[in-house]
Structure formats: C-alpha cells, structure tokens
C-alpha cells in the first residue's frame, strides 16, 4: 500500500523525467494511488478492518503483448486473445478478470487461469477515455476492453507512441517532398528500389 511519501516521490520523479513514456507510466501510477486515497478516504472511518488473509502460492505473471483494436465513433474495441485459449474450458470465476481504466490508460489483469496470472496493460493511449464507461467481455477464447472515447472522432492509432512515430514519418516524408520540390535537379526525390 503507497503512502504520502510515495505519492510526493512519484510527483517529484515526474517532473524531473524527460521521457514521454516515462511520465505517462508515473501519471498513471499516481492516479491509481490518488484514486486508492479517494477511496480510503470515502470509508466510514468505524468500518469493521476485514481480517488478513494468508497470501496463495504465488502464481508465473505472464505478459500479454499482443492485441488487435476496432472502433466506432464512441467506443476503441481492444480484442486481446494472445495466450487465453484456454479460457474456453478453464470455468473461470468472474471475480477472476477484472479492468482498470484512467483517463489515458487500461489494465487488464486474469488470475489463476490454469495456474498462472495474466496481464495487459496500455499505460500511453493516445487520446483520452472515459475511464467510469469502459468495460471488459469475457469471450470463450478471449477478452474484449471496450473503451469509451472521451471524443467521437477516429483514431489513427491506439498508443500515443504510435501516434508520435506516424507524426515524425509523415513530418519527415513532407519535408522530403518539399525538399524535392524546392530543388532544381529533376531527380531529386525519385525513389529507385
């Protein structure tokens, strides 16, 4: 459980980092944090203290990489099967599969699937959700995370990673062009592959 101090740390390391990603990761681990404090603080503070359990075994954590994506104008569909064929048979709780959403991240987290835990996690989106209207559908062989565009509008791509590459190659490409353009040798800018 993190504390004050850590939540100062992580404010500080913030404004410090230089990276994009770097500070999107520390954003969003401070919104989850902040949104813990909330909900402490919303607690009735005579609530009865649930009694410690004793931790299970500990399970393998496995990463789930791949995913493929959809939308319409409200909703980015994201179809995450990579490593959960076994979902079909495996009569797994509900309990079991939970999602977390922030205003520009998702979590998606399954446990004891077969003995072994599961996550996928988007920490950089490139535009904004409406964390309280997404959701998660357990499929036979996969999950879906239905996130809730803050916009109606497309996106050109899901990560804000992604959006900066696509950015910097059109930039680069427009530059070329206006660099061929601009010249008065006629074979500037001719590919030959």
């Known amino acids: 459980m993190a504390t004050h101090s850590d939540l100062e740390e992580l ?5 410090t980092a230089q990276r994009s990603y770097t500070k999107n990761l520390l954003t969003s681990e401070i919104e989850k944090i902040e949104a813990e404090f909330h909900r402490r603080a919303a607690q009735p503070q005579d609530a009865p203290v649930a009694p410690r359990l004793v931790a299970a075994p500990s399970r393998t954590r496995t990463k789930i990489d791949l995913y493929g994506w959809g939308q319409s104008d409200r909703f980015l569909n994201l179809y995450i099967s990579d490593k959960l064929k076994d979902l079909k ?5 509900a309990e079991n599969v939970t999602s977390t959403f922030t205003a520009r991240s998702c979590l998606l987290e399954i446990k004891d699937l077969n003995g072994r835990d599961y996550f996928f996690t988007l920490p950089n989106l490139c535009e904004e959700i409406v964390s309280e ?3 998660h559908k357990v499929k036979s062989d996969s999950v879906v995370l239905n996130l809730r565009k803050k916009k109606a509008k497309e996106w050109v791509c899901v990560t804000a990673t992604e959006k900066a590459l696509k950015e910097k190659k059109k930039q680069e490409e427009d530059e070329e062009t206006e660099k061929s353009l601009k010249s ?3 074979q500037v800018g001719v590919r030959i592959d």
């Open 133 to 135: 209207e997404c959701n």
């Open 184 to 186: 008065d040798d006629p």
């Open 89 to 93: 048979g495996a009569n797994l709780p």
């Open 11 to 15: 404010k500080s390391l913030r404004a």
